[in-house]
């Protein structure tokens, strides 16, 4: 089976002031990025923002510190079409309005990025990283990356030490991490910090997932519990990712940031230790610089390949993605044909 990107289209803005969710007059949410989404349960997507400024934002990239900010904040949509945009519902909200931060900070941290998420028998789980530094653009440095946890439908969320994969030495393959499902695993696709390096898998029981030593590493040809043991799935520069499978189709699919692209790029893979293809370029830097991102909505992965008219059957899927200079976080389409 070949399944190939045929077509792309920016559908709506989904944060910012002008906005259809008019995010900044609702939420105190004048500008963000990210946007990774998951199913929550209850007929519901959460979607957890980075970065975010409030009143008296710039209008131009991100400067934490200033303009109420906060580190991340999580918002959710209760919308089944998404066809003409995102509505976002509510969000976590503080005393007083807007969104609050949900996952803590601390001492030693410029902020803490979400990464990807997923919720397992009505517990939500975030992989985070707590950003030591910002370096030049693409390149950073993390204490650490880890698992948080929220037991109460994503109002608070805790840090467990024994969910964390250190980075003293700076190379840690799971700073940067994507989660999905596959039967009775929880996956991790992880990278080193930053955007350049290549993508390892790692897999986990539902029971263990705040237990780093409880994950065993994908080294090519079996697994072992050994993070150094992690082998490459490929060569490619990696970023933020996204990864499910398409369950009409039953091919897995990545979006990933790929710098030396410069663009947003699609691959798919029979399974998720591989082989995956080259990947095509969805979303291209030349038409929308600065993007990054790429976070699959969840429930676009469900739909059949009939559900999209095309010469060969097809199917559209939709994802955030975001653009430094507006700062802020766009739905997108992508229709895929099926050969």
Not at 35 to 59: M, P, Q, Y
Not at 124 to 147: D, F, I, L, Q
Not at 186 to 213: E, I, M, Q, W
Not at 303 to 327: E, H, I, K, M, R
Request: with cysteine.
């Amino acid at each position: 089976m070949d399944v190939r990107p045929v077509e792309t289209e920016r559908i709506a803005k989904v944060t910012g002031a002008d906005s259809a969710n008019r995010t900044a007059a609702r939420f105190a949410l004048a500008a963000t990025d990210l946007g990774i989404l998951w199913d929550a349960g209850g007929g519901r997507v959460f979607a957890l923002f980075g970065d975010t400024f409030g009143h008296g934002w710039g209008g131009h990239g991100a400067g934490p510190g200033s303009a109420d900010w906060r580190s991340n904040v999580l918002a959710w949509s209760t919308a089944r079409d998404v066809s003409g945009g995102l509505p976002l519902d509510g969000v976590v909200a503080r005393a007083g309005g807007g969104a609050a931060q949900v996952i803590p900070s601390g001492r030693g941290e410029v902020t803490v990025v979400p990464n990807g998420a997923i919720t397992v028998d009505g517990v939500h789980y975030a992989h985070y990283m707590s950003v030591r530094e910002w370096g030049e653009p693409g390149h950073w440095r993390t204490n650490h990356a880890g698992v948080a946890v929220s037991r109460d439908d994503g109002c608070t969320w805790r840090r467990p030490r024994s969910a964390r994969w250190s980075n003293r030495d700076g190379r840690s393959r799971f700073q940067v991490g994507a989660f999905a499902r596959d039967d009775e695993y929880v996956l991790l696709f992880g990278t080193t910090n930053g955007r350049r390096d290549v993508p390892y898998l790692a897999r986990v029981r539902p029971s263990d997932l705040l237990r780093v030593r409880a994950y065993e590493y994908w080294d090519g040809s079996d697994w072992r519990g050994d993070e150094r043991a992690a082998a490459p799935l490929f060569d490619g520069s990696v970023g933020e990712m996204s990864v499910g499978r398409h369950r009409g189709c039953g091919r897995w699919l990545m979006l990933h940031l790929d710098e030396p692209r410069r663009g947003i790029v699609a691959r798919t893979a029979p399974a998720p230790t591989g082989p995956w293809t080259e990947g095509d370029v969805v979303v291209s830097g030349d038409e929308h610089p600065a993007i990054y991102g790429g976070f699959l909505h969840p429930w676009s992965l469900d739909g059949t390949p009939a559900d999209a008219p095309g010469p060969s059957g097809g199917f559209d899927v939709y994802y955030l993605v975001s653009q430094w200079g507006p700062y802020n976080v766009f739905l997108t389409r992508t229709r895929f044909e099926v050969r």
